[in-house]
């Protein structure tokens, strides 16, 4: 073997292990973990982030008040409805209450002492009288 | 005057390249199979030699190739990796070739030069993408 043929084999060898060396770097090189990821990530991208973090979970306490508040409206409602039921059933007992008076009144053999009786007899008929008394 | 847009067209692969690092590939392959190998590199090295240089062509060719289609950082670090070790292969073949059969191996040995020169400069282009996605 000439010097030249020395020289490049050993160049060849240190390209070859170079090569070599990169072979297995590429192969050990593990793939960017998370925590990689945020330090690579620069500072405004961060505090972008976190803006966005802390908007999200904003949204989301405002939307579980918004929550909130439209079962409690449902719940009024529905608390509205079922009074406004009492009101139309009471309203309705008043005008057969006075239907029957009416009707008393212009019977033909109706007396001032018997009429007394009756409307005693059928008691206060207004059912917000009944919810007082009682 | 607006000045004109600069368009730049670029292929994605490289047919030089990959068909040189596939022909490293199947030769050297064929050498390791009992293909007779050149005569400059039978004369003027041993044969473990000559099959740790056939193997390098192989390594060199499976290597570059994979790397070359693999996308990402660790694709361009596996095609450097090939174009070195084929790098080394090219040098010790030019070597051979000059050193048996000096001025009369010109122009193969400087076809091969160029195809190790060109595998350099690849490696160097890749190290330069390289150290500029990692600084950016």
New interface residues.
């Given amino acids: 073997?000439?010097w030249?043929?020395v020289v490049?084999?050993v160049?060849?060898?240190?390209?070859?292990g170079?090569?070599?060396?990169?072979?297995v770097?590429?192969?050990a090189?593990r793939t960017v973990t998370k925590v990689e990821a945020v330090n690579r990530l620069n500072e405004s991208t961060l505090e972008w982030a976190e803006q966005l973090k802390a908007d999200a979970a904003g949204a989301r306490v405002e939307a579980a008040e918004a929550r909130r508040e439209a079962a409690e409206a449902r719940r009024e409602a529905t608390d509205a409805r079922r009074e406004m039921r009492a009101i139309k059933l009471e309203a309705e007992e008043l005008a057969a209450f006075m239907g029957q008076m009416v009707r008393w009144v212009q019977s033909p053999d109706m007396s001032m002492e018997r009429l007394r009786v009756l409307v005693s007899q059928a008691g206060p008929l207004n059912g917000l009288a009944r919810k007082m008394e009682g | 005057m607006a000045a004109r847009p600069v368009l730049v067209l670029a292929g994605k692969r490289n047919p030089h390249e990959q068909l040189l690092l596939a022909f490293g590939a199947l030769s050297g392959a064929s050498f390791l199979f009992g293909a007779p190998e050149p005569a400059s590199i039978a004369a003027?090295?041993p044969g473990f030699?000559v099959t740790l240089w056939a193997a390098?062509l192989v390594i060199?060719g499976v290597?570059g190739l994979v790397?070359c289609w693999w996308r990402g950082?660790?694709?361009q670090?596996?095609e450097?990796?090939?174009?070195?070790?084929?790098?080394?292969?090219l040098?010790?073949y030019?070597?051979?070739a000059?050193?048996v059969a000096g001025v009369r191996a010109l122009f193969p040995a400087g076809v091969i030069l160029a195809w190790l020169a060109a595998n350099l400069w690849r490696v160097v282009q890749i190290h330069r993408e390289l150290r500029a996605g990692r600084a950016e």
């Fill in positions: 073997m000439n030249l043929t490049a084999s160049l060849a060898a240190l390209l070859t170079a090569g070599g060396a990169a072979m770097n590429a192969l090189r | 003027s090295m030699v390098g060199a290597v790397g950082e660790r694709g670090v596996l450097a990796g090939g174009l070195l070790v084929g790098a080394g292969s040098l010790m030019a070597t051979a000059l050193s």
